[in-house]
């Protein structure tokens, strides 16, 4: 590490001197060599090779005019048009005035003229052109970050690639934050907030001046990045540093969080580990209690596909990628069973992911309020089937569709729904209404003022995944509901567990109780289903019967039952 810095610092800078004389290289190479590292290119395409894969290292380009392949202008124009290789200083040798204006023009940083000067001449040259561009690098970014002491961002990075560029070993990425450090500059002043980033500032230098190395910067206010040589015992590390670093601030009862992308060899650049770090040290921001974690990759490729369902969301909506599946249910109470309703059930064809199920983006839909678009969207079609299934076949099959709890909070609700009412000429007893239980205990007072008024008009609504909202039985003699429809846990193990039988049976008398019918859910076998039968279950809704259906094969259901 120390070497790279006085490297950078002056020492053992490199000069390619590119001439397809090879007199005139030596001649420039035993002026030049004992000051400076030399190597040597014989025309512009050899050059080009050494200036890419060095170009970290070069400090100036010596170069001739005249030369087969890739002549000096060539590769002129290409060293001053390429990001990467601009800072490189070239000086070009040549013979006429005229080049010498050309090459200026280009771009060069000074000439040289064929035969030589005298080598101090020469020298004096070469030097002043390494030290113009190097101090023109400076003088766009200072090095240091004055507050800290520590690296800026610019060099930090730069710095890094070139130690990463000439070593082979892995280092680890570490971003460092300050929790709610406004609130620190807000109570107790900037002074005050930047005396603590300096105390972590100098506690960094500790970190990173010890004989294994390593490179800081301080990279936003109150962020700092740490790039240290790999060590397999960075987590009993960090511990220490943490309590050492809450020791030194602890009167500012102010506490830290790091972020950790540790180096596997998967050859990620610099930049790309301490993105990874900074998305681990984000995560942290919610939970003061846990001060360090590590970058996952699982977690952060499972984010990226959330963030791309929500960008991709509104294009879907518009070239209809949800499509609505309908899965029926049974009324069970007679020996034969009949076809009774069916549940509206979304899906996503993804043209890019495929099939996407619901239990991955409706959640994610209720935290972004897209999930209102998304159930309008549903409604609307299971309301146009109805419908059409009316007109059809004569007959009417009520779809239940899922009513989010975000939606209850929407106030046009019910014009929602009294529009799709209108427009299809259905009635409101078509459309059943599944409320999840979990809804009614976050928020009992708002829903159960939206559902009376609901109820009022004649919808019916059914508590879905009953069983798992915890509501008393108190509460329950008081909300407006038509229908229990049980968690489909319950049932899963009604066979084989006496306990979950025995719940089921509770629930079933709750129902009656309440003097509704109850619909059991996710029945897959035929003892699931005699047993129900046996206990006095209404309807029944699962694979044993048909999974969720497109509407096409669906209509097949509905031939079946009208054949008798
Ligand atoms: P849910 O409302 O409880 O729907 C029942 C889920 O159980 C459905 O999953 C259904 O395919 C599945 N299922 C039905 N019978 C069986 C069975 O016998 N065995 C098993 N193992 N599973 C069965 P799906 O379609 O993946 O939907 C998952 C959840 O996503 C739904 O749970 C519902 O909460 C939500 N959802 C689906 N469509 C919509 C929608 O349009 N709007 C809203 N707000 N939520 C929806
Ligand atoms: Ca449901
Ligand atoms: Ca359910």
Not at 263 to 285: H, I, P, T, V, Y
Not at 300 to 315: P, Y
Request: glycine fraction near 4%; hydrophobic fraction near 40%; proline fraction near 2%.
């Amino acid at each position: 590490m120390q070497e790279l810095l006085e490297r950078k610092k002056g020492l053992h800078r490199k000069i390619l001197i590119v001439d397809d004389e090879f007199i005139e290289r030596e001649m420039l190479g035993e002026m030049l060599k004992d000051l400076y590292e030399i190597s040597y290119a014989e025309n512009g395409a050899l050059a080009l090779d050494i200036i890419k894969s060095e170009k970290q290292r070069l400090s100036l380009i010596i170069l001739d005019l005249h030369m087969p392949e890739l002549d000096g202008y060539g590769l002129l124009k290409y060293i001053r048009s390429d990001n990467n290789l601009r800072r490189i200083p070239v000086i070009v040798l040549t013979s006429e005035k005229d080049a010498e204006v050309k090459s200026l023009q280009l771009g060069a940083a000074d000439f040289i003229t064929k035969p030589y000067d005298l080598p101090d001449v020469i020298r004096a040259r070469v030097k002043h052109s390494i030290e113009l561009a190097e101090n023109s690098i400076i003088i766009h970014e200072t090095e240091r970050d004055e507050l800290t002491g520590l690296f800026n961002k610019e060099f930090f990075f730069e710095y890094g690639k070139l130690l990463d560029n000439q070593n082979e070993i892995l280092m680890d990425a570490l971003v460092l934050d300050v929790n709610r450090f406004h609130i620190v500059n807000e109570l107790y002043g900037k002074a005050y907030g930047d005396l603590v980033l300096k105390k972590i500032g100098s506690f960094i230098h500790n970190i990173v001046n010890t004989k294994e190395g390593g490179l800081a910067c301080r990279s936003e206010s109150n962020c700092f990045c740490i790039y240290l040589p790999h060590s397999d015992d960075l987590k009993i590390k960090l511990q220490s540093y943490i309590s050492q670093v809450n020791e030194v601030i602890i009167d500012h009862k102010i506490s830290i969080r790091i972020g950790i992308y540790l180096d596997d060899g998967n050859s990620l650049n610099m930049e790309e580990k301490f993105d990874r770090a900074k998305l681990a040290c984000q995560k942290l921001r919610s939970t003061y209690s846990t001060a360090f974690d590590f970058y996952d990759e699982k977690l952060h490729s499972k984010e990226l596909r959330l963030e791309r369902l929500v960008n991709d969301f509104n294009k879907a909506i518009k070239e209809k990628q949800f499509k609505v599946f309908y899965q029926p249910k049974y009324n069970i109470l007679k020996e034969k069973a009949h076809l009774t309703s069916c549940e509206a059930l979304v899906r996503w064809f993804h043209p890019e992911f495929g099939l996407v199920s619901p239990f991955e983006f409706i959640s994610l839909f209720e935290e972004n309020g897209l999930i209102q678009d998304l159930d309008r969207y549903v409604w609307a079609e299971a309301a146009s089937k109805v419908k059409e299934w009316k007109d059809k076949y004569s007959i009417t099959i009520p779809v239940s569709v899922n009513v989010s709890r975000i939606d209850i909070f929407n106030p046009n609700l019910e014009n929602i729904l009294d529009e799709l009412l209108n427009k299809n000429s259905i009635q409101s007893k078509d459309l059943l209404l599944e409320i999840t239980e979990s809804a009614y205990t976050d928020n009992s007072k708002q829903i159960i003022e939206t559902i009376n008024a609901l109820r009022n008009k004649g919808f019916m609504i059914e508590m879905d995944d009953f069983g798992n909202g915890y509501s008393s039985l108190n509460m329950l003699t008081t909300l407006p509901i038509d229908a229990l429809k049980l968690d489909m846990k319950f049932i899963k193990n009604i066979c084989i567990d006496k306990k979950s039988c025995r719940l089921v049976e509770i629930m079933i008398e709750i129902s009656k109780m309440l003097e509704v019918p109850v619909i059991a859910e996710g029945v897959e076998t035929k003892e699931q289903l005699e047993l129900l039968k046996e206990m006095g279950c209404d309807i029944v809704q699962g694979y044993y019967f048909s999974k969720p259906i497109p509407d096409y094969e669906f209509e097949e259901l509905i031939k079946k039952e009208i054949r008798g």
